[in-house]
T-cell receptor, first 114, second 115 residues
Framework: GESVGLHLPTLSVQEGDNSIINCAYS??????FIWYKQESGKGPQFIID?????DKRQGQRVTVLLNKTVKHLSLQIAATQPGDSAVYFC?????????????FGTGTLLAVQP | DGGITQSPKYLFRKEGQNVTLSCEQN?????MYWYRQDPGQGLRLIYY???????QKGDIAEGYSVSREKKESFPLTVTSAQKNPTAFYLC??????????????FGAGTRLSVL
């Protein structure tokens, strides 16, 4: 199938381990952040979001951490499974509600080894 | 099923030809977006529309055109002026314009190649 992961940073983990994917965002005015998962040849899927007034948010098997001081976002996946293999990228909104536009990162390829 | 439908999944363009990519949503979302995705790069915004009969250029609008005649439809035309059209094109929508918390939901994409 088509690959959207060419030349991307790659994180290789063993099945059952925890994964941590990092994202350095660009704009200190950003107040809303989203993590997406994109499988090969498919459109991105929403995973989890976080507002800038929070530093941690948990979902099912996923946790997002936000460090505004260093403009850093991370996605933690617990007990990584083969179905988690995909490209993960973050998105930030520095525009507020004016345009609903997002700025997307380039992504990290997560490869889960059985 | 509610969602965003992009068609076709694969599209081939000949030199000098205009082609149109379809994007339809039945989510009753206000805003719609078109992105281009190239290997190793983040999504780049081509055009977006926050309301029917209105749209704005994104970062890489040259060589593309759009229309928003209906709330549920936002077709993208790749014109012959776009000299490097080979890419994966993604359509997205978000529920309401004007909200800071704006999850964008994506279609499955159209892969465009040049013959």
């Amino acid at each position: 199938g088509e690959s959207v992961g060419l030349h991307l940073p790659t994180l290789s983990v063993q099945e059952g381990d925890n994964s941590i994917i990092n994202c350095a965002y660009s704009n200190s005015a950003s107040d809303y952040f989203i993590w997406y998962k994109q499988e090969s040849g498919k459109g991105p899927q929403f995973i989890i979001d976080i507002r800038s007034n929070m530093d941690k948010r948990q979902g099912q098997r996923v946790t997002v951490l936000l460090n505004k001081t260093v403009k850093h976002l991370s996605l933690q996946i617990a007990a990584t499974q083969p179905g988690d293999s995909a490209v993960y990228f973050c998105a930030e909104n520095p525009y507020g509600g004016a345009t609903n536009k997002l700025i997307f990162g380039t992504g990290t390829l997560l490869a889960v080894q059985p | 099923d509610g969602g965003i439908t992009q068609s076709p999944k694969y599209l081939f363009r000949k030199e000098g030809q205009n082609v149109t990519l379809s994007c339809e949503q039945n989510l009753n979302h206000d805003a719609m977006y078109w992105y281009r995705q190239d290997p190793g790069q983040g999504l780049r915004l081509i055009y977006y529309s926050q309301i029917v009969n209105d749209f704005q250029k994104g970062d890489i609008a040259e060589g593309y055109s759009v229309s928003r005649e209906k709330k549920e439809s936002f077709p993208l035309t790749v014109t012959s002026a776009q000299k490097n059209p080979t890419a994966f094109y993604l359509c997205a929508s978000t529920q309401r314009a004007g909200l800071a918390k704006n999850i964008q939901y994506f279609g499955a994409g159209t892969r465009l190649s040049v013959l």
